[in-house]
């Protein structure tokens, strides 16, 4: 099988190929970032969303597996973000994403000021999506609140920054997203963060299977591919061409691969099938997409992102 050209790019940065984790897979201590530097075919770097403090996250247990994927109640575990501006400044071998979350609006403008007074050139992301801290709603649901945090980032940041973006489930709101997102310089939106608010059930055992927020938490992996994809898909019908997208949510094959790029996708980010399947499978995801390009006759990416046909 002859090597394709899985090349792509993200803002001023031009990645080896289309795939990174997903932001709170293995990405938050020294230890797990060094392992992501050292993964083959993980092209870029994202890390974990970093508050303007420290903080523990929610209580034990916040990950449960399923058949079908997953559901986390983590409740932003990190290190603060000075930690990670300093991780994303050393030396790399690999490009980086800096993920940031704000508890407050205030918060966000002082940790994204820091960013922009560092000597950080790459790439930002602010994540407007977390669906698991107690109290705290998810930003990107109030377009109003959105529009207006967007307002005072850009009048002084001036590095490239895209935004995290929760699913939506209805063609207005991706309209009104759009709308919002289209008025500001931002170089990407990433999408879906986990379904948020879903609730597993142990039938077994008569009771939730996370602690926090009585059970209730983010839903990720295979059951949410088809709400991923409609992201990618309607958000890529409505962006401005230079907003690029990260398609994130439900990829456990090669061909979920093809089809988020398919959907309009620039790049592509691994969440719940890492946890399942450990950091090889970046290199099965990429032999399962060449493949599938060569039965295609595709040589790089472009030959068909954005070329879902319909019916
Ligand atoms: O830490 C979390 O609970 C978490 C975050 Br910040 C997020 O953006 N998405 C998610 O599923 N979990």
Request: proline letters at 5%; aromatic letters at 8%.
């Amino acid at each position: 099988m002859t090597k394709k050209n899985l090349t792509t790019q993200l803002a001023n940065v031009t990645f080896d190929g289309p795939l990174l984790n997903a932001s709170g897979i293995h990405c938050q201590t020294s230890a797990e970032l060094a392992d992501l530097a050292n993964t083959s075919n993980l092209a870029g770097i994202v890390t974990k969303s970093a508050t303007l403090f420290p903080r523990k996250g929610n209580e034990n247990p916040r990950y449960h597996d399923l058949p079908y994927g997953s559901i986390n109640s983590m409740g932003l575990p990190n290190l603060g973000y000075p930690f990670y501006l300093d991780y994303v400044q050393q030396e790399k071998a690999k490009p980086t994403i800096l993920s940031v979350a704000g508890l407050s609006a205030d918060d966000v403008i002082e940790v994204l000021s820091d960013i922009q007074d560092s000597k950080y050139q790459g790439i930002t992301e602010l994540n407007l999506s977390c669906p698991n801290v107690p109290g705290k709603p998810q930003t990107a649901y109030d377009f109003v609140a959105t529009r207006k945090v967007l307002e005072r980032v850009f009048e002084f940041f001036t590095k490239p920054i895209g935004v995290k973006l929760p699913p939506y489930f209805d063609l207005v709101h991706f309209d009104q997203i759009a709308a919002v997102l289209n008025d500001f310089p931002i170089t990407h939106v990433n999408t879906v963060n986990s379904v948020g608010n879903g609730l597993v059930v142990d039938v077994a055992k008569e009771q939730v299977v996370t602690k926090a927020k009585g059970g209730f938490g983010g839903l990720g992996g295979a059951m949410i591919l088809p709400t991923a994809l409609a992201n990618v898909r309607a958000l890529r019908q409505r962006l401005n061409d230079n907003i690029a997208i990260i398609g994130t949510g439900g990829v456990t094959t090669g061909a979920d691969v093809f089809a988020h790029i398919l959907c309009g996708a620039d790049m592509v980010s691994v969440g719940t099938q890492v946890i399942k399947e450990g950091l090889g499978v970046y290199d099965r995801l990429t032999q399962e997409l060449e493949a599938l390009m060569t039965e295609k006759g595709y040589e790089r990416l472009a030959d068909f992102r954005g070329q879902l046909r319909e019916l």
